[in-house]
């Protein structure tokens, strides 16, 4: 088994320049793998086998851009929880050597992307940045690099940029059917920028881009339903209602029954008034978001929290203290029940147990929203005042409540609290009516950040990696924030399943070999250091001889049709 290398020089118009080719027998071999990484990414919970398909790829064919992009798509697109950081940066060492040992790869545009999303999801935005701001002045930029450079400048708080690399993607991925996935996720990144920059139009116009566009596959609809929820949210913050209610009704004939959904909506109708007929259909809506959840072993705390609210404002404690007891039994940290446990026991004038709900608020006082410990200690107040001989404790409480509402930028609230202070300080008992529970404001942040985390982490699918070797490059270079250069060089690409190189220039740089790099790729994984230095292209790494890892067993010590399965296990 061998690579077969032309002996002329890399030179692009060279007639005599022959592309390296690998025997049929291993090419039927890599092709063979490939199919299986192929299949695997495909398959929900695989990457492991994907990742093991494309390494036996690799240890034959190094130069492998499918392998090479699987293997990125293997490793990366998977659960935050899942992600294996070792198996990141041996991910980058593999990179790396491709780079050093195959010169032509080194302004392949894809590759360079799969090198800066490991930086990216290692931490590394600087880094990550730089690769991809290096990779615009050596070749003509694709949808994917402006999506990657849009995200990475978005969490660097580079919003301008971000915008306009997430434009640049949306032109580029405007004629190709085959993106829709990534330019939904463009909107999405665009109408985050757009609420930090608090542009409550915009953002409702991104994620309404977002979800008019064709449906995602059906194993993606979760995903699709947290984008109906944040619309609504959005029409929410806008300050219209109706809206937030339409678009979780549109979101459910959408995707179906989705939890979140049915949540969003009862929250939004426990806002919108408190009559009898609008209690019942809140409660309605709770009970099945509720059995929805057991269902799928995912209790919602919240969705008891707004069933013990609804049961208040239905004026029967029993069962809004069972609701609100189960919500503290599945996030005993959070002060959301506590404090409407707290204003529950101040109504019925059980003084001690609201004491003890409103102290458990303040006990957890610096992982709390201000606005909480702001409730907590008005509502120690009023339970201090209302027992005999403790008004300095309510006047202490009331200072600490007026201090937190200024926090929160509430400098009403801050200054009835200093009322209060007053008129105790001055012999006189206050006016009160009962502490309000979290502010509906507060749970809407809280909502919009749950169903932001599932997409603050860079995602990437198979159609972003392993098909964007096929991504035709788009040359949008004009007016780009970036100095990319028109008419730079076009990257070679690789044929289906099979290493091809076209001729390419080499490099206008100083030239030189780094001896920390062995010239035989059997220690193609051992680990090095991040080469960027450009290669002689008169240097090849010596390939003749041998499979490129000697403890892998001989390919073909027999004719190929003799050749069992057990030589073509995972190693």
Known sequence: MAYVWSNEQEQPGNPDFRRPQLPAEVQ????????????????RHANDIAARSYHNVLKYDPANVSALHGLTAATLSRPPFELDLNKVHELIEILNSAFNHFVPLRTHPELRRDLANCYFVLGDLEKARSILLATLDISQPTASIWFTLGQIAHRMNMLPEATESFNLCLRAAAAKPELVEMARKVHLELAAIANKENKRDLTVTEFTAAVSLPPP???????????????????????????????CLKGLDTVGEDSTL???QAHFLLQLNSSADTLENVTNLLQRVIQIRNREFEPSFLSHYLLGRACILQDEPTKAYKSLQVSLNLAPQSSLPW????????????????????S??????????????????????QVYEKCENQSQDAIDSYTRASECYKLCNRPEMAEKMAAFVRNLENGKHNQQSLPQDMPHWVINESLWEQLFENFETPTFTT?????????????ILSNSPH??????????????????????????????VNVMIPPHPRAFYFPQ???????????????????????????????????EAADMNYH
Not at 227 to 241: F, I, Q, R, V, Y
Not at 463 to 475: H, R
Not at 535 to 541: F, G, L
């Open 28 to 43: 039927e071999f890599v092709h063979t793998w490939l199919a299986c990484g192929n299949l695997a990414l495909e398959i």
């Open 217 to 247: 596959p059906y194993d993606q609809f979760r995903e699709y339903g947290f984008m109906w929820g944040l619309l609504a949210l959005s029409h929410e913050k806008a300050g219209d209602l109706d809206a937030a209610v339409a678009a």
């Open 262 to 264: 049915l949540l969003l």
């Open 339 to 358: 404090l409407t446990i707290g204003s529950l026991y101040l109504r019925l004038n059980q003084l001690t147990d609201s004491l003890n709900a409103y």
């Open 360 to 381: 458990q608020v303040i006990k957890n006082a610096p992982k709390n929203h201000q606005m909480a410990n702001a409730i907590a200690w008005e509502g120690l107040g």
């Open 463 to 475: 159609v972003q990696l392993v098909q964007a070797s096929s991504e035709t490059s788009t040359a």
């Open 483 to 512: 100095g990319a250069k028109n008419g730079s060089p076009r990257s070679p690409l690789q044929a289906d399943m099979t290493p091809v190189y076209g001729p390419q220039a080499p490099p206008a740089a100083s030239a030189r």
């Open 529 to 563: 250091q991040p080469v960027h230095s450009v290669i002689s292209p008169h240097y090849r790494p010596y390939l003749q001889g041998g499979p490129v890892y000697s403890s892998y067993p001989p390919l073909f010590a027999a004719p190929p049709p003799v050749i």
